[in-house]
C-alpha cells in the first residue's frame, strides 16, 4: 500500500513547490497545456489526463490523471488555456516522473475559461469542490501571465495551411471546427476551416460523375442556419473521424479551434475531404493560441482587399474567356449567395466549371425546340451548385449558334480539356478548368418553399472562342 501523507495546508502551492511534496496532498492552480482523449480504465472507471502549467513550471508541463465511474465526472476543458483549480490531489512518481493523480474519493476541480474578459465564475466543477477566498486573485494572476505566456500546444514545426494540402500527405492543420456532424455510418464529419483556399483539384476527364452539390452531401444536408455560420472567404473541408476520437464529442458547439495531427487529405467527386487517421490526435486549443489569431489575422486581411477575396489561385487574373455585359458589384462568392437574406438575387462571381450536363456541342440544345439547355457545376474556394443556361441566355453564352466545331472549342477551354480532339475519356491526367467570371440570378420553384427550391441561372456572360 502507497503511503499517503497528510494533506498541505489550503494554500494554492506553485508547480514547482507541489512536484516536491511526493505522496502528499496539494491544491494547485494552473493552465491547462495539453488535453488526453478519455478512455476506459483498466478497473471500472473512466480515466483522463491533463497536462498543467503555471508561472513556476512551465514547459513541460506536469501530467494529472482523473478518474471517475461516470464519463460525465471528468472535466471536460473547453480549449488549452483553460484554467483549473486542484484541491486534494496526490503527488506521485513513478520511474523519474512526477505527476499528480485526481482521485474521485477525495479530491476536487472547477474550470475556468483562460480569457481575461470571462469573467470569475467556473463552467464545470466536481461536487466536492469548495471556493477559497483566494480564487479570484489566482485566476486573475494566472489569466495576466497568460496573455505573454499562452501554452503552446503546436510543437516546433508549424503546421500546413489548406492551401498547401497534397494528396495523401499525412500532415498537422491548425484550423477551426465550424461545424459537427453524424454521418449515416455513425463517424464524425468535421466542417474545418483556417481562411485560406484549398487548391482546386485536377478534374476526372469524365465528365458525366462530378458530384451536383454545394458544401452540402447528399445524405447529410447543411441548414441555411448552419451555413450562415460559416466565413464568406476561404475554404470549409470536409474532415471524417471515427467515434474513437473521444475529444470530437466535446466540439459540438462548433467555433472551437483545434490542432489535427498527423491527418491525410485525399479527393472524392473533384472535392477536398480530410480523414483522420488511427494515429492522428485532436489537439484542443485556445483562441489565444498564436497560431489560431495568426489564421484570424490573415483572414482579416483578405476581407480588408477587395482582390483578396477572390479565389487564391486565380491570381493574378481570371481567365478572359468569359464576358459579362453588366457588373454586379461587390464581387460575391458562392457561400455568401447561398447564404444571402433574400432567395432571389443577382450576382458576380470567380468560378470553374468543374462539370457540364449535357457537355458535348452536338448535345447542347434541345432536339425539338431547338433552345439551349444545359447545366453546370460551378464551384469556387467556399462552395459547389449547379446553374442553367437556357434559351435566350444561351445564345448570349455561346454566341448564337455557331458551328459544332466552334462549340466544341469554347467548351474544351472551359472545362479544362486539353486534349486536341476534345475527346473527355483519355487518361492524360485529367481537367483542369480556368477561373471564369459569370452573373449569376436566383429564383425559386415553389413560392411556398422559395428557398428549399431555389435555384440558379448563368446570365450576362459570353464565352468567347
Known amino acids: 500500500m502507497e503511503e499517503r501523507g497528510p494533506s498541505v495546508d489550503s494554500a494554492y502551492l506553485p508547480i514547482r513547490d507541489a512536484r516536491k511534496c511526493i505522496h502528499q496532498r496539494v491544491n494547485i492552480f494552473a493552465a491547462v497545456s495539453s488535453i488526453g482523449a478519455e478512455k476506459k480504465s483498466r478497473g471500472t472507471d473512466y480515466v483522463v489526463s491533463l497536462k498543467i502549467m503555471d508561472q513556476s513550471y512551465m514547459e513541460p508541463g506536469i501530467s494529472v490523471n482523473f478518474f471517475a465511474e461516470d464519463m460525465t465526472k471528468l472535466p471536460h476543458v473547453r480549449s488549452i488555456g483553460d484554467i483549473i483549480s486542484l484541491q486534494n490531489v496526490e503527488v506521485r512518481i513513478h520511474r523519474g516522473d512526477v505527476y499528480c493523480v485526481h482521485n474521485k474519493k477525495f479530491s476536487a476541480f472547477a474550470l475556468f475559461q483562460g480569457k481575461t474578459t ?132 466535446h466540439l459540438h458547439g462548433g467555433n472551437q479551434w483545434v490542432k489535427l495531427c498527423n491527418m491525410i487529405c485525399g479527393l472524392h467527386d473533384g472535392m477536398w475531404n480530410g480523414m ?61 449567395s447561398l447564404t444571402h437574406p433574400e432567395v432571389t438575387h443577382k450576382c458576380m462571381c470567380i468560378v470553374r466549371v468543374a462539370a457540364a450536363y449535357p457537355w458535348q456541342a452536338k448535345d447542347l440544345r434541345s432536339p425539338v425546340t431547338g433552345r439551349y439547355r444545359v447545366r453546370f457545376t460551378l464551384e469556387d474556394p467556399t462552395a459547389r451548385i449547379h446553374a442553367y443556361i437556357c434559351g435566350e441566355d444561351g445564345v448570349k453564352f455561346f454566341q448564337g449558334y455557331p458551328t459544332t466545331e466552334v462549340v466544341t472549342s469554347k467548351m474544351d477551354k472551359l472545362l479544362g480539356i486539353t486534349d486536341a480532339d476534345g475527346e473527355a475519356g483519355s487518361d492524360d491526367g485529367g481537367r483542369n478548368p480556368p477561373w471564369v467570371w459569370c452573373c449569376l440570378k436566383s429564383y425559386y420553384l415553389d413560392e411556398n418553399n422559395p428557398r428549399g427550391s431555389r435555384r440558379y441561372r448563368i446570365f450576362s456572360t459570353t464565352l468567347l472562342g
Open 118 to 249: 470571462s469573467g470569475l465564475i467556473h463552467y464545470q466543477k466536481s461536487a466536492k469542490y469548495h471556493a477559497t477566498n483566494h480564487d479570484d486573485e489566482f485566476l486573475s494572476q494566472i489569466r495576466t501571465w497568460l496573455l505573454d505566456n499562452p501554452p503552446i500546444a503546436v510543437g516546433k514545426d508549424v503546421p500546413l495551411l489548406l492551401r498547401r494540402i497534397k494528396l495523401d500527405l499525412a500532415f498537422d492543420l491548425v484550423c477551426k471546427v465550424l461545424h459537427v456532424s453524424e454521418t449515416s455510418k455513425g463517424d464524425w464529419m468535421l466542417f474545418v476551416w483556417d481562411g485560406t483556399d484549398t487548391p482546386p483539384a485536377k478534374l476526372r476527364l469524365e465528365l458525366q460523375g462530378e458530384r451536383p452539390c454545394s458544401l452540402h452531401v447528399e445524405e447529410l444536408p447543411l441548414t441555411i442556419e448552419v451555413l450562415c455560420t460559416f466565413p464568406r472567404v476561404g475554404s470549409v473541408l470536409r474532415v471524417f473521424a471515427s467515434k474513437s476520437f473521444k475529444e470530437i464529442a
Open 276 to 336: 483522420l487517421q488511427p494515429s492522428s490526435e485532436v489537439l484542443l486549443l485556445s483562441d489565444e493560441d498564436w497560431i489560431a489569431r495568426q489564421r484570424l489575422k490573415t483572414y482579416d486581411l483578405r476581407l480588408a482587399t477587395a482582390l483578396e477575396n477572390y479565389p487564391m489561385t486565380s491570381f493574378p487574373a481570371p481567365s478572359h474567356i468569359t464576358v459579362l455585359d453588366y457588373d454586379y458589384k461587390p464581387y460575391t462568392t458562392l457561400i455568401q
